[in-house]
């Protein structure tokens, strides 16, 4: 299909709530008969039938899958060699990033649907149709799709307001990004995930996106340090989840998601969760695009609020060196969204960025005190 044409991704139905895994076995029930269950060996072995129960309960007939490793080829390949029944029709994911990406690889090897039940809300992975596959050294190698978006997505905030702070905090930090990135890939001259043209509505839920988290996101990171459920955890979760999701894969990726190609390997970065590459990175595309004073401290403000990182320093790369920065900006290079962007993106224009982005960090906060 040519870029003359534009295309819309979404999951087809989208649950959240408090204690809605206690239902899953129902929900699946509407989307296949026979679900291999694939579940991250922590998150079994910590919640068991918390996550599990409902099928167990039900009259599906079902297998539970454990699982654990990196994305890889040959890690997706192991896990579906030890599926059982080749006859599922739908392959459930219940974790992390990882789980619900091995879960999707093992979806396209069974030709099954898919329904993600995400244990934390650190990116917008739940809802896509991509899988990022990575090589034995955590470098990303490729991205693979689902013929179509997750049948339904199941959200339990019970479950995720439980989890360590850092992973909604890394979910903020991703959802962030689209507002930018779906402007840039409109200015620019890229396609979205769904290799065309941006919709209107991308930006739009983009944009929305980010308005939440403005509201809501320091509340909500206030919430889960204290171990509550409060309605700003319940807007964030759908921010993080849904919109984020909605948002990318129909308003494109840009400079904010190129910038973590390098930041995934980097000294010190690549310790750091997604979300925090990728709240960096908007700086960066900010400094390169050139956005008013005005935009930029507000999203500086909001990242530090949050804790997410301003400076490669907060992400363990103290003092980088100038062959650092260079190696951070040609491998963003890399990365295929990177002319979905107005600005003109070079090797040198990125070390410039970055390197703009850094003397912010370290630049004395004047005063706006009056003195009398």
């Keep these: 299909m040519t870029a003359e044409y534009r295309q819309f991704g979404a999951p087809r139905r989208y649950i959240q709530g408090p204690g809605v895994i206690g239902s899953l076995a129902r929900v699946v029930a509407e989307h296949g008969h026979r679900p291999l269950v694939v579940v991250d060996e922590f998150v079994l ?3 068991g039938s918390e996550v599990t129960g409902s099928f167990a309960s039900s009259d599906l007939e079902y297998e539970v899958l454990s699982c654990s490793g990196d994305v890889t080829r040959a890690n997706i390949a192991e896990h579906a060699a030890r599926v059982r029944d080749r006859t599922h029709d739908v392959v459930v994911g219940i974790g992390g990033g ?4 091995l879960a999707k690889g093992i979806a396209i090897d069974l030709g099954a649907a898919m329904v993600t039940c995400p244990t934390i809300a650190s990116n917008d992975g739940p809802t896509a149709r991509i899988l990022a596959i990575y090589n034995d050294n955590h ?11 997750p049948s339904c997505v199941v959200v339990d905030t019970e479950l995720i307001s439980r989890a360590p702070v850092q992973f909604l905090i890394s979910g903020i930090g991703d959802a962030l990004a689209k507002k930018f990135e779906a402007e840039g890939c409109r200015l620019g001259t890229g396609v979205t995930m769904q290799g065309t043209r941006p919709f209107d509505i991308g930006g739009i839920v983009a944009a929305g996106c980010y308005d939440v988290l403005a509201r809501h996101a320091v509340d909500a990171v206030k919430s889960v340090e204290n171990g509550e459920l409060s309605p700003a955890v319940e807007s964030v979760v759908e921010a993080v989840v849904l919109s984020s999701g909605i948002g990318y894969e129909n308003g ?6 190129c910038m973590t190609r390098g930041l995934m390997a980097g000294r010190g970065t690549k310790s750091m969760l997604h979300g925090y590459h990728v709240a960096y990175g908007l700086l960066v595309q900010l400094a390169l695009e050139n956005h008013h004073e005005d935009v930029v401290r507000d999203v500086t403000d909001l990242l530090t609020a949050v804790h997410l990182p301003t400076s490669l320093a907060d992400m363990g790369m103290p003092d980088a060196s100038a062959d650092e920065i260079r190696e951070l900006a040609v491998a963003a290079m890399s990365a295929p969204h990177i002319r979905n962007t107005a600005a003109v993106v070079t090797v040198e224009t990125l070390v410039a960025a970055i390197e703009s ?5 370290t630049a004395p906060k004047v005063s706006l005190l009056v003195q009398e």
């Design 45 to 47: 072995s910590t919640l």
């Design 139 to 149: 470098v990303l190698c490729e991205v693979e799709h689902l013929d179509f978006n």
């Design 357 to 361: 982005v850094e003397a912010r960090a």
């Design 98 to 101: 990882k789980a619900l990406d």
């Design 252 to 257: 494109g990726l840009s400079i904010a998601h």
